[in-house]
């Protein structure tokens, strides 16, 4: 099983990034799939999750408005657009998949992380 971000990197506040997620060795299509971030220092903060068909969608109210989450089953590819970024968005940025949709679901498999920082 494979989970693996691209996309992170170094922007200036206001700026725009977008996150992909690529899998394998799992039925992506038959999981959610969730984008977690961790800050230095902090725990980690669910910032979106959608369902296995993109019927549902969450995201944290921190990041409503500037981020859009999307998936491709054809491709086993989950992305997540970002904009008008901020300095507290700063953090390493995971993707995760889980059978369960939900808050309180558990995540089967991990990323590795990509590192997004922004800059004031």
């Known amino acids: 099983v494979h989970l693996v971000e691209s996309g992170g990197g170094s922007v200036e506040s206001g700026g725009s990034l977008n996150l992909s997620c690529t899998a394998s060795g799992f039925t992506f299509g038959h999981y959610a799939m969730s984008w977690v971030r961790q800050a230095p220092g902090k725990g980690r903060e669910l910032v979106s999750a959608i369902s296995t068909g993109s019927s549902k969608i969450y995201y944290a109210d921190s990041v409503k408005g500037r981020f859009t989450v999307s998936r491709d089953n054809a491709v086993n590819t989950l992305s997540l657009q970002m904009n008008n970024l901020k300095s507290e968005d700063t953090a390493v940025y995971y993707c995760?998949?889980?059978?369960?949709?939900?808050?309180?679901?558990?995540?089967?498999?991990w990323g590795q992380g990509t590192q997004v920082t922004v800059s004031s």
């Open positions: 995760a998949a889980s059978l369960d949709y939900g808050l309180a679901a558990a995540y089967d498999y």
